[in-house]
Structures are given as structure tokens and as C-alpha cells.
């Protein structure tokens, strides 16, 4: 049976943080999709579409991936798509919390599905999307942080909102 994966999140912008994790979940699964969530509660900086096509830059190459988007249920997503596992990040003490209880909830709304957790590597422990954003509004160097696509994005986004 082949394994289908989600790997969802705002993605606002992409880390290398989220990269690392993508590049090895492509090792692990047999089709992974990008679900950039499209969230009204919470205020992006990019819209859906301009970071769906940031990331389709940022995994340009990336052999067993497709890049979509969402709103509403990930686990409603999961059942149309037909995927049966969930890929996450897990930085710290505080993500095991929030995605602990985040799994009992979907496990609890579809069974089949399984949630995999991943650590980054550790030079992407500390990053976020929300740190990236901090810095490149505060005229930061973020290319540490970000591939070079996503670097001239951000620059083109902060000249628009300051």
C-alpha cells in the first residue's frame, strides 16, 4: 500500500526548517503534499497564493511532492485526499503539548490516520516562520533562514507593509 502524506502548516514563509523536514519525509513516503492552511484567525503576512507559489519555488526538484491548500479540518482534508499519515515538526517541549493533544483530537475524528513527528536537525531547532517574519521587519539578514527565493520575497512584502 502506498503512503501518502500530509505535511500541512501556514508556511508563512517556508523555513529551511520546513525543507529540512520535507527533504526527509521524501525519504520515508511515497507521496507527500504540502497543505498550506488557509486560516482566517490568524493574520499572514503572505496570502495563500503567494506562499503556495513560494513553496513551489522552494521545492523546485523535489521529486514526490505536490503543493496544495486548505481551510477547515485536516483531517476532512486527509479523507479527500486519501492520506493516512500527518508529518509535524516537533522544536520543543511546548510543540509536544499542543501536538499531543492535536493527535488524540484527530485520531479521535478519523482513525486511519496517523500522525508522524519529526525533530529538525539542529541547526533549524530555534527557527520559525513567525522569527523570519520578526527579523526580515526589522531589516535582518534572514538568508540563514530562508532560501534566496523566499529572501527577496520577504523584502518585496516588508517594502509594501512598513
Excluded: W
Amino acid at each position: 500500500m502506498k503512503t501518502k502524506a500530509i505535511y500541512p502548516g501556514s508556511f508563512d514563509p517556508i523555513t529551511f526548517g520546513h525543507l529540512d523536514l520535507l527533504k526527509r519525509s521524501c525519504k520515508l513516503f511515497d507521496d507527500i503534499t504540502i497543505a498550506v492552511v488557509v486560516n482566517p484567525h490568524k493574520k499572514a503576512l503572505f496570502t495563500v497564493e503567494e506562499r503556495v507559489a513560494m513553496i513551489k519555488k522552494a521545492t523546485k526538484g523535489y521529486g514526490n511532492i505536490k503543493i496544495d491548500k486548505f481551510d477547515g479540518l485536516l483531517v476532512d482534508y486527509a479523507k479527500k485526499v486519501k492520506a493516512n499519515v500527518i508529518i509535524r515538526g516537533l522544536r520543543a517541549i511546548a510543540d509536544f503539548e499542543y501536538e499531543f493533544q492535536m493527535a488524540l483530537v484527530n485520531r479521535s475524528l478519523y482513525k486511519p490516520l496517523d500522525m508522524v513527528y519529526m525533530m529538525p536537525s539542529v541547526e533549524y531547532t530555534y527557527l520559525s516562520s513567525s522569527i523570519v517574519r520578526e527579523v526580515a521587519a526589522l531589516g535582518g539578514d534572514v538568508s540563514k533562514f530562508v532560501p534566496a527565493c523566499i529572501v527577496e520575497s520577504l523584502k518585496e512584502k516588508m517594502k509594501n507593509v512598513c
